[in-house]
């Protein structure tokens, strides 16, 4: 696991009714952990559509479900480009159990760079990607 960290803990609502996480829950977690990873690199998303007309908008997913969280667990949620394109960026993120550092989900996610007016695909400002490096 390399990149940015995102603690997040698991509450009753995040469980089905097997006790365990929800399996769309964890695109929820990784959803926050990519917003969390541009607040860091000093992008808030409402101002990169307001000043730039910029929004993000997943393209694509794949997931891979190895273990189940439960309830009050810890996760660590990681986010880190591992590729990045004139118009895109992808994601490797995973999903640790701080307890025992198990890796319970690992995730791939493209988003495209969208053009907020008319949700067309536009390159990704330079002003964005001078400050996002893969493998970080």
């Known amino acids: 696991m390399t990149g940015f960290l995102w603690p997040v803990r698991i509450y009753y609502e995040d469980t089905d009714a097997g006790g365990v996480v929800y ?3 964890y ?4 959803e926050r952990a990519r917003t969390e990873y541009l607040r860091q690199h000093g992008f808030e998303q409402d101002e990169l559509k307001r000043e730039l007309g910029v ?3 997943v393209r694509s997913v794949q ?9 009050n667990d810890l996760l660590h949620v990681s986010a880190s480009i591992i590729k990045h394109g004139r ?3 992808t994601f490797e993120q995973d999903v640790i159990r701080q307890a025992d550092n198990a890796l319970l989900c690992r995730g ?3 988003v495209a760079s969208l053009d907020a ?3 067309r695909v536009c390159t990704i400002p330079e002003s964005i990607t001078k400050y996002i490096n893969p493998g970080e």
């Open 108 to 110: 791939e996610i493209k």
């Open 55 to 57: 929004i993000f908008a």
């Open 117 to 119: 007016a008319n949700f």
């Open 27 to 30: 695109l929820k977690y990784m």
């Open 63 to 71: 997931v891979d479900y190895l273990l189940p969280a439960r309830f």
């Open 87 to 89: 118009a895109s960026l």
């Open 23 to 25: 399996y769309a829950n």
